[in-house]
């Protein structure tokens, strides 16, 4: 019985992870970061926004005095983490459903019968991960280095559209 309690309690510490881990594909992952780039203020905001307009953002707001720019889009949930999640659910549910059948035999379909419960997790991320985001770029003084002209750029942004901005337009971050 030691055997079958101990895994019963390692089976629900698993759960707990998975449930976290569930609610973790949802979480805002908003940064900032200050990027730099060997170009005039003009051609880089000219580039910043041809660039978003290509990723489906809508220019919504200008502040020329605080020259800054907020830009919004819908970010579309993901059918494969939707799906994986869903799989990740089932499989979790159905171990913690065995493992209470040999705890409490009598109760055995009605355990196995709580996996029907993981399509949830994909329906919970689903309806959680489609949301509008927002990028708001604010341009600060450009400066003359040894390299040329200089610009800098303060962006707020998801996580994975800060690196990709980074990466598309060859934009370095100041630490």
């Not at 079958?4 to 992952?29: C, H, N, P, Y």
């Not at 990723?55 to 020259?67: H, M, S, W």
Request: some cysteine; aromatic content about 12%.
């Amino acid at each position: 019985m030691s055997i079958l309690t101990s895994t019963f309690f390692l089976t629900l510490l698993l759960m707990v992870g998975l449930f976290f881990f569930i609610r973790a594909s949802v979480k805002d992952r908003t940064q900032q970061v200050k990027l730099m780039a060997q170009l005039p203020k003009i051609s880089l905001l000219e580039q910043l926004q041809t660039y978003f307009t290509q990723r489906a953002y809508d220019l919504t707001a200008v502040d020329p005095q605080q020259e800054t720019m907020t830009f919004e889009g819908f970010v579309r949930p993901s059918w494969f983490l939707a799906i994986f999640l869903s799989i990740l659910a089932a499989v979790g549910l159905l171990c913690l459903g065995f493992v209470l059948c040999f705890i409490y035999p009598p109760l055995t379909p009605l355990f196995l019968g709580i996996g029907l419960l993981s399509p949830l997790a994909g329906v919970f991320y689903w309806k959680k991960a489609g949301r509008l985001e927002k990028v708001r770029l604010t341009l600060e003084n450009t400066t003359e280095s040894a390299l040329g002209e200089c610009s800098v750029v303060t962006v707020i942004a998801h996580r994975d559209e800060l690196i990709q901005l980074q990466q598309t337009l060859a934009l370095k971050p100041i630490s």
